[in-house]
């Protein structure tokens, strides 16, 4: 095709009639329509995860000063690095936790508004609210909320005659980290509670109407009937849940900073801290870090979806 | 026994259903309605008294915030960047939307492995080397910079729900058009964009709310105080005047304010924009 005809093709409006079919488009069409974002996509997204991965193999400190190390980045994680591992239990708990509360939550509160109760679609736009707040100001709101002093958190423990519990929740290394994960669980349920109510409407309803002939308890119901109906939902929430958690950083930071003794310490908040916090200026190492966390992430979600699909495919 | 015993007795055993709804109500809303509250009251008033009502509401904390904290430059700073980004991530991401969705051609699939893998991909990976990249163009510490990143990481998403839109829209439509004459560009223009608008606006709300609130990347590529989004605003200023409260709590309603605005009108589509991107 000729220059002029192409021109023709993306503007114009005559064609030769073997032109007509909308299933193709000329090459240039396609680079028009696709290049701004592959090439922002290129620059900003395929290149830095390869720097990334060269970083992590070398020791990047300002002013362009780069020397090759080999693997010895990942040798030191990996067998001198403490604080590293202490950072991989506490998010490993977060992850583990707050992954099957905020499933298991957001289930609960679904079935709530779905049996019917009075206003309903209010209750639902509030309890959806906290997933719509940034986490800057949830994290200062619960920082308020867990004052010794005058927070709201202490308040009630004295208001119940419970006084002898008060707590620094989140300046105390024993109660940080539960601290933090229930302010990160209140935000997220409203998100699971929305998608398990549109799963749950979805539902042939014959089959719970069939439950309710039978005099099937609700818990029965609940664990022999809607549980495995929803099953794939619940796989995606899992897993989609589980990589978030494995990644937070946010109301860390904000929160904690990570303390008070590492308690609270996620490996996100690890990799901030060495690249831009810690007066080593080194760029490799914490590369490293997010390396082998990726790493470690993706085998998780492979292994958890397969696992969880193929029980799926065993029973059915 | 009479009717309304009988729907007593069944109201009496939701007793406990009820009293949770209302116990889970005011945990989630409650939080919110303190920091309004808080946002009209003085400091020594909050310390004397956390969690009473104002008595006198002190509409001149905005204004204060606004001008001498510098909560309207962080409020401008937010709005340029999330309204740059939300364009050019719907103007770009409804192209290769429609591309993918609409044409045949080699290495269609590849294009869309490439761009939509970029979901999964955690922002660890890409903040470390994104902070060197962004020093080599010179675009650290600008909000530019900040744009193209935001556009760049939120792409796949925005792709991955216009294209499973558009790839509904009935082809007959697109055959009658190129029957009609109608250009490759006229087609998106006239055809796929007013057709997707609901789709659209799903990716438009919730790019906007997500933007609105980031954090992590901001906090890395911007140190300016001239330069700083809403949240970097907010976390500086709780850091340097940790105990004025209640100045904290009005610029927490400055950042609040567009969200509830948004969500006010919109409730629906935002919920279902969230949950776009989790169902299948």
């Known amino acids: 095709m000729t220059a002029t005809a192409r021109l023709s093709r993306l503007f114009g409006r005559r064609r030769a009639p073997s032109e007509v079919d909308a299933r193709r488009a000329s090459l240039g069409t396609l680079v028009i329509f696709l290049a701004p974002a592959l090439l922002i996509y290129a620059a900003f997204t395929v290149y830095p995860v390869l720097r990334t991965f060269y970083n992590s193999v070398h020791t990047i400190k300002p002013r362009g000063v780069e020397e090759f190390v080999g693997?010895?980045?990942?040798?030191?994680?990996?067998?001198?690095?403490?604080v590293f591992w202490k950072a991989v239990g506490n998010t490993a708990i977060f992850a583990i936790v707050a992954t099957i509360a905020d499933v298991l939550g957001g289930l609960l509160l679904a079935l709530c508004l779905f049996s019917r109760v009075p206003f309903a679609k209010l209750l639902r736009v509030v309890w959806f609210t906290p997933v719509l707040m940034s986490y800057v100001v949830v994290g200062i709101i619960w920082v308020w909320i867990y004052d010794y002093d005058w927070g709201l958190a202490n308040a009630i423990l004295r208001w119940l005659g419970l006084g002898n519990f008060e707590q620094s929740w989140l300046g105390d290394p024993r109660t940080?980290?539960?601290?933090?994960?229930?302010?990160?669980?209140?935000?997220?349920?409203?998100?699971?509670?929305?998608?398990?109510?549109?799963?749950?409407?979805?539902?042939?309803?014959?089959?719970?109407?069939?439950?309710?002939?039978?005099?099937?308890?609700?818990?029965?119901?609940?664990?022999?009937?809607?549980?495995?109906?929803?099953?794939?939902?619940?796989?995606?929430?899992?897993?989609?849940?589980?990589?978030?958690?494995?990644?937070?950083?946010?109301?860390?930071?904000?929160?904690?900073?990570?303390?008070?003794?590492?308690?609270?310490?996620?490996?996100?908040?690890?990799?901030?801290?060495?690249?831009?916090?810690?007066?080593?200026?080194?760029?490799?190492?914490?590369?490293?870090?997010?390396?082998?966390?990726?790493?470690?992430?993706?085998?998780?979600?492979?292994?958890?979806?397969?696992?969880?699909?193929?029980?799926?495919?065993?029973?059915? | 026994m009479t009717a309304s015993a009988l729907s007593w007795s069944a109201h009496a055993r939701r007793a406990p259903l009820l009293l949770f709804l209302v116990l889970y109500t005011v945990l989630t809303g409650g939080p919110f309605l303190w920091v309004a509250i808080m946002s009209v009251r003085t400091t020594p008033e909050i310390f004397a008294s956390p969690y009473a009502l104002p008595s006198r509401f002190h509409w001149e904390k905005f204004v204060d915030a606004w001008t001498n904290s510098n909560y309207g430059t962080y409020f401008w700073n937010s709005t340029i960047v999330v309204v740059s980004a939300v364009a050019l991530l719907t103007i770009i991401g409804a192209m290769v939307a429609h591309c993918l969705a609409r044409y045949r051609f080699r290495g269609n699939r590849l294009v869309r492995f490439i761009?939509?893998?970029?979901?999964?991909?955690?922002?660890?990976?890409?903040?470390?080397?994104?902070?060197?990249?962004?020093?080599?163009?010179?675009?650290?510490?600008?909000?530019?910079?900040?744009?193209?990143?935001?556009?760049?990481?939120?792409?796949?998403?925005?792709?991955?729900?216009?294209?499973g839109f558009f790839a509904q829209i009935p082809q007959d439509l697109f055959d009658a058009a190129r029957m009609d004459g109608y250009s490759d560009f006229e087609i998106f223009w006239r055809i796929t964009l007013p057709i997707g608008v609901p789709a659209i606006f799903t990716t438009v709300t919730l790019n906007f709310i997500i933007l609105w609130n980031e954090f992590l990347y901001a906090v890395v590529l911007l140190t300016e105080d001239d330069k700083r989004t809403l949240p970097l605003g907010i976390m500086h200023f709780m850091g340097s005047h940790q105990l004025d409260v209640g100045m904290v709590a009005t610029g927490l309603m400055i950042a609040i304010t567009p969200i509830i605005l948004v969500y006010g009108f919109f409730s629906e589509t935002m919920i279902k924009g969230m949950t776009a991107g989790a169902v299948r």
């Open chain 1, 71 to 82: 693997l010895a980045n990942f040798d030191a994680l990996l067998h001198t690095d403490l």
């Open chain 1, 176 to 316: 940080a980290l539960w601290s933090v994960m229930t302010t990160h669980i209140w935000k997220w349920l409203g998100f699971n509670m929305i998608i398990f109510l549109a799963a749950l409407s979805a539902l042939p309803g014959e089959v719970l109407g069939a439950a309710e002939l039978d005099n099937c308890g609700w818990f029965a119901k609940l664990v022999y009937i809607i549980i495995p109906m929803l099953r794939p939902t619940i796989v995606n929430l899992l897993v989609l849940s589980f990589v978030g958690k494995m990644m937070i950083f946010d109301l860390v930071w904000i929160m904690t900073g990570g303390g008070p003794l590492w308690s609270t310490e996620t490996v996100s908040t690890y990799v901030y801290k060495r690249a831009f916090d810690w007066n080593t200026f080194d760029l490799g190492y914490p590369s490293a870090i997010a390396v082998l966390w990726f790493a470690i992430i993706l085998v998780f979600v492979v292994v958890m979806t397969r696992l969880l699909r193929q029980r799926d495919k065993l029973e059915f």
């Open chain 2, 115 to 163: 761009i939509l893998s970029g979901m999964i991909l955690p922002p660890q990976l890409l903040i470390l080397s994104l902070f060197q990249i962004l020093l080599d163009y010179h675009l650290y510490n600008t909000l530019s910079g900040l744009v193209i990143v935001y556009v760049a990481g939120h792409l796949a998403m925005t792709v991955y729900i216009l294209e």
